[in-house]
């Protein structure tokens, strides 16, 4: 049986590993001004950074149409595919989850499972990941995505940005709206919840923040799985990295660079943590 994993660009895995994962990525789109790129194919994650850094225009993105999805679930059936699981970034936050689901139902040759991971970034790259995992060892479309369901509420993102115009502008900033008032007085440290922006901390430094959210992590220590440090033109990731040491350790290759699409609506600064936590701390 051969089961293959399908998500989109906004997930963040780097490249590399989709391509040992054998992960299929659905790439989003980024736009500045009358320009358009595809994320991950015309702009990677340090030239959108860079763009972002000298445009004038705000960027803006755009979820893949249900034709992206199709022509991807039908060239997997072409290659052998026994069955295909879809994870998508949050459906409150995004249209991909919906773009995806219209396609799933056009193929009819193998089953398709399309899950709302109501995560984004490594959140949903993770999951993604694990269930590449699960493929592998020959577990089927329906048994993966039942277990990547049972999983959702495990899901952390906790992350820092130095302002919220980003997410303001892009209709994004959730329950994070609260803090609009006070961003010139805070840092605010947010997380996602239920697939929205909820604010979970407001300290007066950035260097606060970062043991805000070092904290919040250690609550969890114990019950971490892979954690995933997340960076986007983010000068003090690696202090993040110090902070989280007694808690778990952070290899170099789980530091990764946030992408055209999460950046777009958290701004330039940002950095985060995304982990998966175990239910029964084994």
């Known amino acids: 049986m051969t089961v293959r994993i399908v998500t989109d ?3 963040d895995i780097p490249q590399r590993l989709t391509v040992e994962a054998g992960i299929t990525v659905v790439p989003l789109t980024v736009r500045f001004g009358d320009e358009t790129f595809v994320s991950g194919v015309d702009m990677d994650a340090d030239a959108f950074w860079s763009k972002l850094r000298s445009s004038t225009e705000p960027p803006a993105t755009a979820a893949p149409s249900a034709g992206d999805f199709q022509t991807a ?3 997997l059936v072409a290659e052998g595919a026994t069955g295909i699981v879809s994870l998508h970034l949050s459906s409150k936050l995004s249209a991909t989850y919906q773009s995806a689901a219209v396609a799933a139902k056009e193929i009819s ?3 398709v499972e399309v899950v709302d991971t109501l995560a984004v970034s490594a959140s949903t790259g993770l999951l993604a990941l694990e269930a590449a995992e ?3 060892a020959g577990a089927s479309a329906e048994e993966i995505a039942a277990e990547v369901k049972g999983k959702l509420e495990n ?3 906790f992350g820092t940005i130095d302002t919220l115009e980003y997410l303001r502008r892009g209709g994004r900033i959730g329950g994070a709206q609260a803090l609009l008032g006070t961003m010139l007085k805070v840092k605010p440290v947010i997380s996602l919840d239920d697939g929205v922006v909820e604010p979970v901390g407001r300290v007066r430094t950035r260097a606060k923040a970062l043991e805000h959210m070092a904290g919040l992590v250690r ?3 114990g019950r971490i799985g892979r954690l995933i440090v997340l960076s986007g033109d983010a000068p003090d990731t690696d202090k993040l990295v110090e902070l989280l040491a007694d808690v778990t350790p952070v290899a170099p290759g789980d530091v990764w660079t946030l992408g055209a699409i ?4 958290a701004g330039p600064g940002v950095v985060g943590v995304a982990f998966v936590t175990r239910p029964d701390g084994a």
């Open 73 to 75: 679930y039908e060239k």
């Open 155 to 157: 899901v952390h993102l």
């Open 109 to 111: 040759a193998v089953p």
């Open 262 to 265: 999460v950046g777009a609506h």
């Open 134 to 136: 699960r493929a592998k």
């Open 219 to 221: 609550e969890y220590k």
């Open 9 to 11: 660009s906004a997930s």
